[in-house]
């Protein structure tokens, strides 16, 4: 009988969930919202819904991201560190250091052969993570998701000297009066946040072999300026999002397949799928 | 509230005695107001403590008071009084804690604010400090205290060591800087002598000062038991049982806890009962203060299978006889060279390995005489002389030794609204992650 493994990623913004079986069965990414426990369940019963499974065909499933402790269903517990490196493993092979940009806060990870070695985190302020770029795009009046190819029009990137999230807005709100075209501020703030994710990684030892995952590596013009800093091409996944689910659900087949090995059958959660609820 | 917290099933009963000792020490200050006895605003490593009490002036360490206003939540009136007056919550809030509470004390006419943790600090006759580099607000922290305290007279002295030049040899240096440190001890004596009105009893510092070498032997011998494995102690009780060694120095109980701390430790070996369920790591506590407010997170890190067995934070002594002392007659002499060599006696040992500080030759021996596994930094942003070098510690370490597992949690000393306990734990758990992948890979 063919078995499937589930990871579900519980990001500050974002919920994804991956199965796989001997490939990426199905996915979903949905917005995250205070409701962890509601949202886990219903993103996960549509990953099903789309690979034609039940519940009960999944033989483990693995949680990460922030609000992992918040899924009564998972098997395990798993930090979005390690799964991160499980799934860009899986997916480019070569790669040596991961730059995830998630909305509250960003990391760096260094990996050998899809281990994690090392890795730095900010999570104590904005700057340098997706709800910097939030704040600016909001600030500016340009949608989100446009904001990379529009930088990549620029003329010349701004010099923002703040990489504070609140000092950066006033920062661009001035320059914006002052006639600075909005393209370039934007590319300004690419070039801010890529300095400052350099200068993290520059804690662990770099190497040419750099992946980026998360919502920030949707933006193509901050991608550009990282690799302006990194001075090497930057690999981006297929879908970037769901590089931690994905890993997640790799983490648990290899757990369960580990376990069988043994000679052992991992048991369940005994808290099954329930059916979504405001109150539950 | 911490207090509310349960204690560690696996802490060892001479940590449940330390409150007592804190306790002691606060309420000391306050019974020796009733009774005439002279009470001075110290600090702690300032090399003073056996002058001190060898002149019966009862210390009121301001750290300590900052700390335990901290682990009760309840440091954030003094912080905000501070501030009020302009202190900066980038300062130490060791200082501003207790400037906030000499503040609000001054504006009740010396009457104890309602609710001071633990029954508070009395109100000193003196302020003995000294400007060192450890800690660069002691400069001006008992002139800014000062301030508020108008007529409580403030010595300021210094206590200095040879800066590290890898291309330097330090012995010649030593000297100099023993007799400067000398002379700045018999300033604090004739100090004291001026504002208690008595003179000092020599052979009684000389007595206390030899019973503060005993209590720094006993207390390395008493740490080196765990080395054991698994270890009968960590970190988060050695975060307790520092206290003596750092705020009663030259007292006969300091020399005592430790030798009762000392027989505990060989029995839990004896017993192979380790401070968790299961070792899986050692860690080394690499640097930095910790959150007062956040010590249950060594119960987190415990809870995960990982222990500290060994710290360089507040473990501010070393067997006498490793550092090689000049014999002297002169206490202050003794006292001075003690200082000096303590932080002096890395120094040959990283000029041999190019490219290492005596700051990171300490993790190296501390990572292979207690065979850790990783090493934890804390960051707090408030210290800077001490915490600034963190990250430049963690990177040579990882350059000139090994490429070992490192994580620099992040927070502060008092202030608690830095701390995140989710991502606190979250960092954790992606180094023990970490810890556990290197495990695997044999390394």
């Known amino acids: ?171 661009v709100t001035s320059q914006l009066a002052n006639g600075e075209p909005v393209a370039n501020l934007i590319a300004g703030i690419h070039e801010a946040i890529a300095v400052r994710i350099y200068s993290m990684a520059n804690k662990l030892k770099i190497s040419p072999d750099i992946a980026i995952t998360g919502g920030g590596a949707k933006n193509i013009g901050l991608v550009r300026a990282l690799e302006g800093k990194f001075g090497c091409q930057v690999l981006v996944p297929p879908e970037p999002l769901l590089t931690g689910a994905i890993g997640a659900a790799i983490v648990g087949k290899e757990t369960y397949e580990n376990a069988a090995g043994r000679g052992e059958t991992l048991k369940r959660s005994t808290m099954g799928l329930q059916a979504a609820s405001f109150f539950s | 509230m911490a207090d509310d917290k349960k204690p560690r099933a696996l802490a060892t009963q001479a940590a449940a005695k330390i409150p007592k000792f804190v306790r002691g020490n606060m309420s000391a200050t306050l019974k020796a107001k009733e009774e005439g006895k002279k009470v001075a605003y110290a600090y702690i490593n300032d090399g003073q403590d056996e002058i001190m009490r060898a002149m019966d002036i009862v210390p009121a360490w301001g750290e300590s008071f900052s700390g335990v206003c901290a682990a009760k939540r309840d440091a954030e009136q003094y912080l905000q009084k501070a501030e009020s007056d302009n202190f900066s919550r980038s300062l130490c809030t060791y200082a501003t804690c207790t400037l906030g509470f000499d503040m609000l004390r001054e504006e009740m006419g010396g009457e104890m604010p309602p609710g001071a943790p633990w029954g508070g600090m009395g109100r000193p006759d003196m302020i003995i400090g000294s400007g060192q580099q450890l800690c660069d607000p002691r400069f001006k922290w008992p002139q800014a205290t000062q301030h508020y305290l108008q007529d409580v007279p403030v010595f300021v002295g210094s206590m200095y060591y040879p800066p590290w030049d890898p291309n330097m040899d330090h012995k010649g240096q030593e000297k100099i800087y023993v007799k400067y440190a000398t002379e700045e001890l018999r300033a604090c004596v004739s100090f004291c002598e001026k504002h208690i009105g008595k003179k000092m009893d020599w052979d009684k510092l000389a007595a206390l000062v030899d019973l503060t070498d005993r209590t720094w032997d006993i207390f390395i011998d008493t740490y080196e038991l765990r080395k054991a494995i698994p270890t009968p102690m960590d970190t988060g009780d050695a975060m307790n049982t520092m206290v003596p060694l750092t705020f009663n120095l030259g007292t006969q109980e300091a020399y005592d806890f430790y030798a009762d701390l000392n027989l505990e430790l060989r029995q839990k070996i004896e017993q192979k009962q380790g401070v968790a369920d299961e070792e899986k790591y050692r860690i080394l506590w690499g640097a930095g203060l910790p959150s007062w407010f956040a010590l249950g997170d060594f119960q987190y890190f415990n809870s995960k299978g990982a222990v500290f067995p060994v710290e360089t934070t507040y473990r501010n002594a070393e067997k006498v006889e490793r550092l090689n002392l000049p014999k002297t007659n002169d206490p202050l002499e003794h006292i001075a060279w003690r200082w000096v060599r303590f932080w002096t006696h890395w120094y040959d040992k990283a000029r041999n390995r190019p490219g290492s500080i005596p700051k990171v030759e300490r993790i190296i021996e501390y990572i292979e005489d207690y065979k850790c596994d990783g090493v934890v930094f804390h960051s707090a942003f408030s210290c800077r002389s001490w915490h600034a070098g963190i990250v430049q510690q963690a990177e040579i370490l990882r350059k000139i030794y090994k490429d070992i597992p490192v994580l620099i949690m992040e927070g502060d000393i008092v202030d608690i609204s830095s701390y995140n306990e989710a991502d606190t734990h979250n960092r954790i758990d992606a180094f023990i992650e970490a810890l556990e992948t290197v495990r695997s890979k044999g390394n």
Do not use: W
């Open chain 1, 1 to 171: 009988m063919k078995q499937y493994f589930a990871g579900i990623d519980i990001g500050s913004t974002m919920t994804k969930v991956a199965i796989v079986g001997d490939t990426l069965v199905s996915s979903v990414i949905g917005p995250t919202g205070p409701e962890h426990r509601r949202l886990a369940n219903k993103v996960m019963e549509e990953a099903l819904n789309k690979a034609g499974l039940d519940f009960e065909d999944l033989s483990y499933v693995v949680a990460t991201g922030y609000g992992r402790i918040n899924v009564p269903f998972a098997d395990k517990q798993i930090t979005e560190i390690t799964c991160h490196a499980k799934g860009i493993y899986s997916l480019l092979p070569t790669a040596e250091i991961i730059v995830d940009i998630g909305g509250q806060d960003s990391k760096c990870i260094k990996l050998k052969a899809g281990k994690v070695i090392s890795f730095v985190m900010n999570d104590k302020c904005a700057a340098g993570t997706g709800r910097f770029l939030e704040v600016i795009a909001d600030a500016l009046g340009v949608p989100l998701e446009k904001l990379g190819e529009l930088s990549l029009s620029a003329g010349k990137a701004a010099i923002i000297s703040n990489t504070c999230t609140v000092f950066a807005e006033q920062e």
